[in-house]
Structure formats: structure tokens, C-alpha cells
């Protein structure tokens, strides 16, 4: 599903964030990505989503070679994904039904088939009752659920979230753990990126240990 | 297809939403664009209807002779002979002294002071129709029939109209320049309102590229905002333009009176309007294209 092979990425300024990366992800899994602060783990999930594109290496996601992706075809590698983000990026403007129904008006979805999948994923994070508040008052971790709907709505085939435990307590953590659990034993891969060591150790998944830009074994 | 329009209409739908969200804004933007082009286009409506006024006195050239007051019947059919068997002449109609005084009073309104003269001081007249209607081939007639005897003036009569006409057409030359600029005018407006939008909604671009956004999808919106502010402006002009017409009238009524002449200015037709509108609107998309190119490219999500 997801292999990267010598993949180097040096930012503009000289900073290299991963030196020779080479790591295949299946096609159903659950992997976690840990390691301390700056040891390249945003880095890995932007690459994967062409958000980055490797300095060297090549990465490929379903099939697609993100480093030579044209722009034009980009977006029809993201309608793939569902991105998690660690500051959420929801949109502050509309209520939370409005955020979740994004990413289908993107791909121009048939409205009322929309609000249905929208719904059922408010339900499947348990905010449907609150579809019609908006995020600014929702607490921090009804904000990173609204994000895991966002991000589940379009039904995708892989799942990349980055620290979405990042300043919630432990019982609210293992919550959305249980969620991405229960997402990836419908059959989607999920890669979740996290330096909560806790967390990942709970879950007991596949962990990819990531130090200074490498794999730590 | 059908998703095709979907994503059309749902555009259009969100963009009179954000129109309407902001009215000040909006309104402030559509009286700047309505003002801008109602003055070429009010300017263009006046010349316009100047020239229909010219036409309507007749830009076909004609030439009076006057006779001299003590001209007698045997000189008048003399004249009236010379004039019809000259080569260049198409037409000699004749005015008795009589009739000219009947028609001047029937159609100027000065009755009353026709009636207080103690006579007729009028002369007998030939209103004559040239062939060639160049001003060389007129100002020659003139001055050869100026000559004969018992003829004491000759006057080329549409000359004025011509002059007129003429000039106006330099008047519609000066508009379309006037045109240009306030297109420029109209662009940069729709440019920079576009650059304000795409600062604010900039969160809201980076997160749809994120999720899968075509450019596309994210510049229609825009677009959309560009033309239907541009027609809003060309709605306003137009308005404009109507209003100023509305009011010139009722003190063109009086005028109108005073010289016993219809007097009364037109709006634009419906062509013309069609054209004001569907160009404003263009304008406004262009503005707004030129806007998303340079400035959309510059958010990328990181």
C-alpha cells in the first residue's frame, strides 16, 4: 500500500529530516510511527500524503509514485486519504455537519447521499448530536473527533493521523484509539504518527521507531 | 455531467451567500463598479441620442434659395426653370411667400407675433435637392445659383447637422477611449476584492487542497464572486444612467415646449443594455481570473 525506499528530504535551509528511509506499509495495517520530537515522523506522513516530495528515493502510495506526481493528479491521491492533522485544521466558520460534508463537496457528491454518510460519520465519533454547533464550542477532544470524521467521511483506504492524541488525557487517547481500532478492522490501513508512547504501547500495533531522520530498528 | 452542474450550481449558491453575508462591503464594491461605468455609458447614451436628434433634422443636405421681395411670377418660373434643367440639380420644390408664413406659424408657435407684422417678410424660396451631396459639389451650386438674378441668398441648410454629426462621432471616439479606462478601472477593483477574499478564506483553501480540492474547484467560487459583482456594477450603471435620464427629462419637457420641438432622450436599448451588462460581468470575471492565477498559487498547504 505504502513503501518508501531511501527516501532523503532536506528542507529548503539544509535541514535533512529523514536520511535514507525505507519502510513498506500493507495494505491493512495499523502502524504506529513514534520517536522523539523532530525525528522526522510529520515529515514521513507528508510525503505520504504529496503534501513533500522526497529530495531523493521514491515513495509510492497505491501504486502512485508520489515524487514524480503531476500537480493536476494530486488531489485525486488525497480523495484517497483521510488526513488527521495535529492542529486539525477545521474550519472555524461553519458547524461541524458543514466541516464533515468538505471533503464530499470536493468530489461533488449527490447532496442528500452526502448528509447521509456525513451523519452516519458524526454517529460512528459520537458528535451527531452536535452536527449543528460550531468547533470554536466543542471541547479540544470533540474538535479531534470532528477531525476523524472529516478525515473517515469519503470512506478511504488509508487513514494518516499525526500526534491526534496530542493534548488530550490518557482516557480520552485511548477512546480514539479504540476508534482507529475499530476503522482499521473494517479494512483500512492506518498509519498514526504519535511520540505518546504510552498510546502506542496500549494499542500493541507494528511500531516504526523513527531517530534523526532513520529507523531506529 | 450531472456533477459537473452540482458543482456549478453549488458554487453560484455559495458565492450570493458570501455576496450577501458582507452587504456593506458588497454594496460599497457594486456602487464603485456602477459609477465607473455609468459615466462612459452615460456620456455614450448622450451622444447617442444627439445623433438621433441630428438625423431626425435631416442629414440629407439641402440648399434654400431666397428671392429678392420684389421678384415677380415671370422671374419665379424662370428661376424655377433654370433650376430644374441644371445638370446637378434632383429636385426644385417651390415656396410661395404665403405658404412659408402659414407653415411658420402653425409649427413654431409664434402665431402671436406673426399676426402683429404688417405684412409678409417673407420671400419666395426653392428648397433644392443636389445629386451629388459632396460639400465641393454643394458649395459650387450654391455660389453659381448665388449669382443669378433676383436671387439674393443661398444657404446650405443641413451643413450644421453635418458638423454636428461629425463631431459627435469623434464624441463616441473619446467615449470608447473613456470606456477603456474605466474597464481598467473595473478589473483592478475586481482584482483586489478577490485578493482580500483569498486572504481570508485562506485556511479554508489550504484545508481543500488537503482533502482533494481540484484548483478548479477552488477558483469557481472565485470566479463566480468576480462576474456577479461585475453585473451587479452594470446592474448599477445601468440604474444610474436610467435615474440621470428620468430627471433630464422633466426639464427637457419644458425645453421641449419652448422650441416646439420633441425633445426627449432614450435609454439604452435592449441591445445596447444587454451588452452593458454581459460586458461588466466579463470584466468582472477577468478581474477576478487574473486575481486567483497570481494569488492562489502562492497558498500551499504545508
Redesign the interface.
Same mark, same amino acid.
Given at each position: 500500500m505504502i513503501s518508501f525506499s531511501r527516501v532523503h528530504k532536506r528542507y529548503p535551509g539544509g535541514l535533512e529530516a529523514l536520511r535514507g528511509v525505507t519502510l513498506t506499509i500493507e495494505a491493512g495495517e495499523i502502524v504506529f510511527i513514534t520517536g522523539p520530537s523532530g525525528a522526522g515522523k510529520s515529515t514521513v506522513l507528508k510525503l505520504m500524503a504529496a503534501i513533500e516530495r522526497p529530495t531523493t528515493g521514491s515513495v509510492v502510495v497505491s501504486g502512485q509514485n508520489v515524487g514524480a506526481l503531476r500537480p493536476r493528479a494530486v488531489p485525486f491521491l488525497r480523495r484517497k486519504l483521510g488526513l488527521i492533522f495535529q492542529d486539525q485544521k477545521l474550519l472555524f466558520d461553519r458547524s461541524a455537519f458543514d466541516n464533515v460534508m468538505l471533503p464530499l463537496a470536493v468530489t461533488g457528491f449527490e447532496r442528500r447521499e452526502a448528509a447521509r454518510r456525513v451523519r452516519a460519520a458524526l454517529d460512528k465519533v459520537g458528535l451527531l448530536a452536535k452536527e449543528k454547533v460550531h468547533p470554536v464550542r466543542l471541547s479540544g477532544g470533540e474538535q479531534q473527533r470532528l477531525a476523524i470524521a472529516r478525515a473517515i467521511v469519503h470512506r478511504p483506504a488509508i487513514l494518516l493521523a499525526d500526534e491526534p492524541t496530542g493534548n488530550l488525557d490518557a482516557a480520552y487517547a485511548a477512546g480514539i484509539g479504540e476508534l482507529f481500532r475499530s476503522f482499521n478492522q473494517v479494512g483500512v490501513t492506518v498509519v498514526i504518527a504519535t511520540h505518546d508512547v504510552a498510546f502506542a504501547a496500549r494499542m500493541k500495533p507494528r511500531v516504526i521507531v523513527l531517530k534523526e531522520g532513520k529507523l531506529a530498528a | 455531467m450531472k456533477? @459537473?452542474m @452540482?458543482?456549478h450550481l453549488?458554487a453560484l449558491r455559495t458565492t450570493l451567500a458570501r455576496l450577501l453575508r458582507t452587504p456593506v462591503a458588497t454594496l460599497l464594491n457594486v456602487s464603485v463598479i456602477g459609477v465607473a461605468l455609468a459615466l462612459p455609458m452615460g456620456l455614450y447614451v448622450a451622444v447617442v441620442n444627439l445623433q438621433g436628434l441630428t438625423r431626425s433634422l435631416g442629414s440629407d443636405p439641402q440648399l434654400s434659395v431666397f428671392l429678392a421681395l420684389d421678384a415677380g411670377p415671370a422671374e419665379v418660373k424662370r428661376i424655377a426653370a433654370r433650376l430644374q434643367q441644371h445638370p446637378t440639380v434632383r429636385e426644385a420644390r417651390y415656396v410661395p411667400r404665403d405658404e412659408a408664413l402659414k407653415e411658420l406659424k402653425s409649427s413654431t408657435g409664434l402665431a402671436d407675433v406673426v399676426d402683429s407684422l404688417p405684412g409678409n417678410p417673407l420671400p419666395d424660396a426653392f428648397v433644392v435637392l443636389p445629386r451629388d451631396t459632396t460639400p465641393e459639389a454643394l458649395e459650387k451650386l450654391r455660389d453659381e445659383v448665388r449669382g443669378w438674378p433676383k436671387v439674393t441668398h443661398v444657404q446650405l441648410d443641413a451643413e450644421w447637422a453635418r458638423r454636428l454629426d461629425a463631431g459627435l462621432r469623434a464624441a463616441l471616439l473619446a467615449v470608447s477611449l473613456l470606456a477603456t479606462l474605466f474597464a481598467f478601472a473595473l478589473v483592478a477593483v475586481t482584482f483586489n476584492t478577490i485578493r482580500l477574499q483569498i486572504l481570508t478564506r485562506r485556511?479554508?483553501i489550504?484545508?481543500? !487542497?488537503?482533502?482533494?480540492?481540484?484548483?478548479a474547484?477552488i477558483r469557481r467560487p472565485f470566479l463566480y464572486y468576480g462576474a456577479l459583482q461585475g453585473l451587479a456594477g452594470g446592474l448599477a450603471a445601468w440604474a444610474i444612467i436610467g435615474a440621470g435620464i428620468y430627471v433630464l427629462n422633466g426639464e427637457l419637457a419644458d425645453l421641449s415646449r419652448l422650441y416646439a420641438a420633441q425633445i426627449e432622450l432614450r435609454h439604452l436599448g435592449p441591445e445596447d443594455s444587454g451588452s452593458l451588462l454581459a460586458f461588466s460581468a466579463a470584466l468582472g470575471w477577468f478581474g477576478s481570473w487574473l486575481s486567483v492565477n497570481r494569488h492562489l498559487a502562492a497558498i500551499e498547504? !504545508?
Open positions: - | 456533477t @459537473w @452540482w458543482h453549488d485556511e479554508e489550504e484545508v481543500s !487542497r488537503l482533502i482533494g480540492a481540484t484548483d474547484f498547504p !504545508r
